[in-house]
């Protein structure tokens, strides 16, 4: 676990853009249960995460035309409990983080692993997702 006061600004990169902090397994359950669209970033203090998943999240949403109904994020290494349930949500994708989904009625239809977000431009990734948002939202 990471110390709150390391994170809180890497946690304010996208709740300061909007995103919802989901910190329990039941605010994850109550959110991904929702009716319409759902954007998840599985934040992490990662460099790749710094670079390209929080810039391309919050990116993606301030410049889609198409935008989903809720924008929320949790915290690898720090909301363990909310981390965890949401992975569940992400099978059967394995563990990864910095991670994103895209859910529709509760059902992901959009998933990019850490290995589509290292070596990629947060401008790339950005694209991919307002291309979800189009197909979906």
């Given at each position: 676990?990471?110390?709150?006061?390391?994170?809180?600004?890497?946690?304010e990169?996208?709740?300061?853009?909007?995103?919802?902090?989901?910190?329990?397994?039941?605010?994850?359950?109550?959110?991904?249960?929702?009716e319409?669209t759902t954007?998840?970033?599985?934040?992490?203090?990662?460099?790749?995460?710094?670079?390209?998943?929080?810039?391309?999240?919050?990116?993606s949403v301030?410049?889609?035309s198409?935008?989903?109904?809720?924008?929320?994020?949790?915290?690898?290494?720090?909301?363990?409990?909310?981390?965890?349930?949401?992975?569940?949500?992400?099978?059967?994708?394995?563990?990864?983080?910095?991670?994103?989904?895209?859910?529709?009625?509760g059902?992901?239809?959009?998933?990019?692993?850490?290995?589509?977000?290292?070596?990629?431009t947060?401008?790339?990734?950005?694209?991919?997702?307002?291309a979800?948002?189009?197909?979906?939202c």
């Amino acid at each position: 676990m990471y110390p709150a006061e390391m994170v809180a600004p890497m946690k304010e990169e996208l709740t300061g853009a909007g995103f919802e902090q989901l910190v329990t397994a039941e605010e994850v359950d109550a959110t991904l249960a929702k009716e319409g669209t759902t954007f998840l970033v599985i934040n992490s203090v990662c460099g790749c995460a710094a670079r390209n998943a929080r810039p391309a999240a919050s990116h993606s949403v301030e410049n889609a035309s198409k935008k989903p109904d809720n924008i929320v994020t949790v915290f690898a290494g720090v909301d363990a409990e909310a981390v965890n349930q949401a992975r569940k949500y992400t099978l059967p994708y394995p563990p990864s983080s910095p991670s994103m989904g895209l859910f529709k009625d509760g059902k992901l239809v959009h998933f990019l692993e850490r290995h589509h977000i290292e070596g990629n431009t947060a401008q790339d990734i950005s694209e991919n997702l307002q291309a979800a948002f189009e197909q979906f939202c």
